[in-house]
């Protein structure tokens, strides 16, 4: 077995036996920042972006457009500033551990559209933009705080993505990309050695978030997750035990609306002059500056992201991951559900309307079989992420099978159910209430998963997508489920419903009770729907 093998058997069993460093404790006193902080770069502000009413949610699960359009500075804002821009400050009574800091502003909840990991902010976004946009070509880092590009070098580089990438059918004028970085110690000062597991979700929140206010508009955002990793360290300065990047997003670019904003300041130079390039090639030489004292490193995330370089840019043939497609449905009776609920929301509404609940679930507002079948249409969407070794041209085979632990639905009896999307129905497993086993099978405090109306659970055959791409795939395993769950959060947004997703619980007590003895199906997230009480003390600022 390889170090990603081993990983996952580890994850699977962290509720019985700890991860190393056993005992590790968060400073939280020295925690780092939000995101990466540049002092001496020039800032550039971004459009806020439009919300027209005919970019719905439904749309934004479709399959991607044929003849995508191409996407502008005011496009590529609205995107940005809605998936992981700041949009709101949120104080509310619920069961979250970090309640009595919130009317701090120190402590402050920033809302944002896309979920993450642990409520922490581990994904950096570049933008390396040549020629046809509407900025002088370099790489430029997204400033969430501000929804700002910050400029880190000045100068086409493009060629040197577009080197690294290597995808054969990019058209020839593509010159312009989005490049996701994992500075690790923004997470990992919480989560330790576990952090890889969570922050490589968090490249499919964020690609899920693009991806429906992409399609929703007719453009259209794959991901590609094999390439020269090495070449993007070098061109972008990072420390690969520090940073990594995980996903490159090619953008189609409309070259006639360029203009404005054309003027800047090089790396490490004068305004407009460009940055001199080392004997290696360009490179950013602009440092950012970290907040905590002692930032660490961990001998198990190392490792992991260690073997996960290791061949990326021998990009795998687009036939391998049917190897490890989802299993087809257990045979049995079938529960029919009804037409999805109306998703007419618009995709900026419903990721504005996001949140996780923290404990505000009531059980005595059931949901309704509609809103059930609308939840588990967004969250089988959100599975058939496409990338670059899914089949060229279309989503990529079904890696995620859903399971739906019923517990308040009406017309639905208690049980755990296995979902089928074709023909959408639900498959009997286990009869019964299942409200005790998930509250003491989840071992944290924040969350009242009995009081849920369901709780849906996305499985893979994880260890077969290793098996087929090698461990680079456990990145796109993660990515996938992330996927799902930001596509369910979505849905709930647009749906007015409650939800919560989570990574504190027994993986081996849900895989005995989901009957996946003696299958390679495994579940690594489990999401809460239901609605809330409707008495809660609640504040909501809108900055955006």
Same mark, same amino acid.
């Given at each position: 077995?390889?170090? $990603?093998?081993?990983?996952?058997?580890?994850?699977?069993?962290?509720?019985?036996?700890?991860?190393?460093?056993?005992?590790?404790?968060?400073?939280? =006193?020295?925690?780092?920042?939000?995101?990466?902080?540049?002092?001496? $770069?020039?800032?550039?502000?971004?459009?806020?972006?439009?919300?027209?009413?005919?970019?719905?949610?439904?749309? &934004?699960?479709?399959?991607?457009?044929?003849?995508?359009?191409?996407?502008?500075?005011?496009?590529?804002?609205?995107?940005?500033?809605?998936?992981?821009?700041?949009?709101?400050?949120?104080?509310?009574?619920?069961?979250?551990?970090? *309640?009595?800091?919130?009317?701090?502003?120190?402590?402050?909840?920033?809302?944002?559209?896309?979920?993450?990991?642990?409520?922490?902010?581990?994904?950096?976004?570049?933008?390396?933009?040549?020629?046809?946009?509407?900025?002088?070509?370099?790489?430029?880092?997204?400033?969430?705080?501000?929804?700002?590009?910050?400029?880190?070098?000045?100068?086409?580089?493009?060629?040197?993505?577009?080197?690294?990438?290597?995808?054969?059918?990019?058209?020839?004028?593509?010159?312009?990309?989005?490049?996701?970085?994992?500075?690790?110690?923004?997470?990992?000062?919480?989560?330790?050695?576990?952090?890889?597991?969570?922050?490589?979700?968090?490249? &499919?929140?964020?690609?899920?978030?693009?991806?429906?206010?992409?399609?929703?508009? &007719?453009?259209?955002?794959?991901?590609?997750?094999?390439?020269?990793?090495?070449?993007?360290?070098?061109?972008?300065?990072?420390?690969?035990?520090?940073?990594?990047?995980?996903?490159?997003?090619?953008?189609?670019?409309?070259?006639?609306?360029?203009?404005?904003?054309?003027?800047?300041?090089?790396?490490?130079?004068?305004?407009?002059?460009?940055?001199?390039?080392?004997?290696? !090639?360009?490179?950013?030489?602009?440092?950012?500056?970290?907040?905590?004292?002692?930032?660490?490193?961990?001998?198990?995330?190392?490792?992991?992201?260690?073997?996960?370089? /290791?061949?990326?840019?021998?990009?795998?043939?687009?036939?391998? /991951?049917?190897? =490890?497609?989802?299993?087809?449905?257990?045979?049995?009776? =079938?529960?029919?559900?009804?037409?999805?609920?109306?998703?007419?929301?618009?995709?900026?509404?419903?990721?504005?309307?996001? #949140?996780?609940?923290?404990?505000?679930?009531?059980?005595?507002?059931?949901?309704?079989?509609?809103?059930?079948?609308?939840?588990?249409?967004?969250?089988?969407?959100?599975?058939?992420?496409?990338?670059?070794?899914?089949?060229?041209?279309?989503?990529?085979?079904?890696?995620?099978?859903?399971?739906?632990?019923?517990?308040?639905?009406?017309?639905?009896?208690?049980?755990?159910?296995?979902?089928?999307?074709?023909?959408?129905?639900?498959?009997?497993?286990?009869? !019964?209430?299942?409200?005790?086993?998930?509250?003491?099978?989840?071992? *944290?405090?924040?969350?009242?998963?009995?009081?849920?109306?369901?709780?849906?659970?996305?499985?893979? #055959?994880?260890?077969?997508?290793?098996?087929?791409?090698?461990?680079?795939?456990?990145?796109?395993?993660?990515?996938?489920?992330?996927?799902?769950?930001?596509?369910?959060?979505?849905?709930?947004?647009?749906?007015?419903?409650?939800?919560? $997703?989570? *990574?504190?619980?027994?993986?081996?007590?849900?895989?005995?009770?989901?009957?996946?003895?003696?299958?390679?199906?495994?579940? *690594?997230?489990?999401?809460?729907?239901?609605?809330?009480?409707?008495?809660?003390?609640?504040?909501?600022?809108?900055? =955006?």
């Amino acid at each position: 077995m390889g170090t $990603a093998h081993d990983y996952l058997s580890a994850v699977m069993r962290r509720s019985r036996v700890g991860m190393p460093p056993i005992g590790y404790v968060p400073n939280w =006193a020295d925690k780092p920042r939000l995101g990466k902080y540049y002092p001496d $770069a020039q800032t550039f502000p971004l459009p806020q972006g439009d919300d027209p009413e005919a970019a719905t949610f439904d749309l &934004g699960l479709l399959p991607p457009p044929a003849d995508p359009a191409p996407f502008d500075l005011t496009a590529l804002g609205g995107m940005l500033r809605d998936s992981y821009g700041l949009l709101s400050r949120r104080l509310a009574i619920h069961a979250n551990d970090d *309640l009595a800091s919130l009317p701090f502003y120190a402590g402050a909840n920033w809302a944002r559209g896309t979920a993450s990991g642990g409520g922490l902010y581990p994904v950096s976004v570049y933008w390396a933009n040549g020629p046809s946009g509407p900025l002088t070509p370099g790489v430029h880092y997204y400033d969430t705080s501000h929804h700002a590009l910050r400029r880190l070098l000045t100068g086409d580089v493009t060629p040197d993505v577009r080197a690294a990438l290597d995808l054969p059918e990019l058209p020839e004028d593509t010159d312009q990309f989005l490049v996701l970085g994992i500075k690790f110690w923004q997470n990992a000062f919480k989560y330790n050695s576990f952090s890889y597991h969570a922050t490589t979700m968090d490249v &499919g929140t964020i690609t899920q978030s693009w991806r429906m206010w992409a399609r929703a508009r &007719g453009l259209s955002v794959e991901p590609a997750f094999w390439f020269d990793e090495e070449r993007l360290n070098a061109l972008l300065g990072a420390d690969a035990a520090d940073e990594g990047f995980f996903a490159v997003i090619p953008l189609r670019w409309d070259a006639a609306a360029g203009g404005g904003m054309a003027s800047g300041a090089a790396a490490g130079g004068a305004p407009g002059r460009p940055a001199k390039a080392s004997a290696e !090639g360009p490179r950013v030489r602009h440092a950012e500056q970290e907040k905590s004292r002692e930032p660490r490193t961990f001998e198990t995330l190392e490792a992991m992201h260690a073997a996960t370089r /290791l061949g990326a840019a021998d990009r795998p043939d687009r036939t391998a /991951l049917a190897a =490890a497609r989802a299993r087809p449905p257990r045979a049995g009776d =079938a529960i029919a559900l009804p037409e999805p609920a109306p998703l007419d929301a618009t995709v900026r509404g419903a990721l504005r309307a996001r #949140r996780s609940s923290f404990g505000r679930f009531a059980a005595e507002q059931p949901l309704t079989e509609d809103q059930l079948s609308a939840v588990l249409y967004a969250a089988v969407a959100g599975g058939a992420l496409p990338c670059d070794v899914a089949p060229a041209g279309g989503e990529g085979p079904s890696l995620v099978k859903m399971y739906a632990f019923v517990n308040h639905v009406e017309g639905i009896a208690p049980g755990v159910y296995e979902y089928a999307p074709d023909g959408n129905t639900l498959r009997p497993v286990a009869d !019964g209430p299942q409200g005790t086993f998930l509250q003491q099978n989840y071992f *944290l405090s924040n969350y009242n998963v009995e009081q849920a109306g369901v709780v849906l659970v996305p499985t893979l #055959r994880a260890a077969a997508v290793l098996d087929a791409v090698g461990d680079r795939g456990y990145r796109l395993v993660n990515a996938v489920v992330g996927a799902v769950a930001q596509a369910t959060y979505s849905a709930c947004g647009a749906l007015g419903l409650g939800c919560g $997703a989570a *990574l504190g619980f027994d993986n081996i007590s849900y895989i005995d009770r989901m009957g996946l003895d003696g299958t390679d199906e495994v579940p *690594l997230l489990i999401t809460l729907i239901g609605n809330e009480r409707s008495d809660g003390a609640d504040f909501r600022y809108e900055i =955006a």
